[in-house]
Each structure stands twice: as C-alpha cells, then as structure tokens.
C-alpha cells in the first residue's frame, strides 16, 4: 500500500488565524470609535490596547525646546547609555537605552538618532522643538 503525501494543513491554519486577528482588531477598534462617540473614555485591552494608548500618550507629548548642539555632542558621548533621550525628556526611552547598554541596540539607535537631528532646521538660537 503506497502512502499518499498529506497536503499540509498548516497554511490554512494559519490564514484562519490571521483572519480571526484581523476580525478582532477591527472590533475592538469600532468598540474604541463607540465609545468616544457615546462620550465615554475609550478603554482597550490586549495587544491593540497597549498600541492605542501608546499613540494617545505620544500624541499628547509636548514639544520643547532643545540645544541641536548639546544634544548631538551628548548622543556622541553618551549616546551609548540614552544621555541624549534623558535630555530631550525622553525618559522611558532612555530607560530602555539604559536597561539595553550592554548590546548593540543603543549605539544603533543613537545612530539613527543622529542622522534624523543632524539635517533639521535651527532657530536663531541653534534650538530645536523636539
């Protein structure tokens, strides 16, 4: 008796899976929009909560005004350890620079960091809103 090769299941599997996460997302962003609509403060949970109300608080923070100098000469010196995001008021991100000081993410990001400040405009006072 010859055995018959099992289609594999696992890409259906997986494409109901994904279908179900999307279903999800979607209600839980409609029970967010009728929430607000009914006047009551939107209150997620899960995954989607977590990204929601990450966008909220980012959306909320306030710019202020940093030295471009100071804040390079800090991500060169410090970068390593988040002293650039501790000055521009950063302080979860800095956290993270610290907590991680010992790999390579930091330096990384410092780099990252460095080639997003470099080209943005000063004031007259060589200050940014950051």
């Known amino acids: 008796m010859k055995k018959e090769k099992q289609k594999n299941p696992k890409p259906q599997e997986d494409r109901e899976i994904s279908d179900r996460v999307s279903r999800l997302a979607k209600a839980d962003f409609e029970l967010q929009d009728a929430m607000e609509e009914a006047g009551m ?18 959306g909320e923070r306030q710019k202020h005004q940093i030295s471009k100098k100071k804040y390079i000469w800090l991500a060169v010196l410090t970068g390593w350890m988040g002293g650039h995001r501790f000055y521009a008021k950063h302080y979860y991100v800095g956290a993270l620079y610290l907590v991680f000081f010992w790999t390579l993410i930091p330096v990384m990001m410092t780099v990252i960091d460095l080639m997003q400040i470099i080209p943005m405009e000063t004031d007259e006072n060589g200050n940014l809103m950051f």
């Open 41 to 58: 403060e939107a209150k997620t949970y899960g995954f989607w909560g977590v990204i929601y109300r990450w966008q909220q608080k980012r």
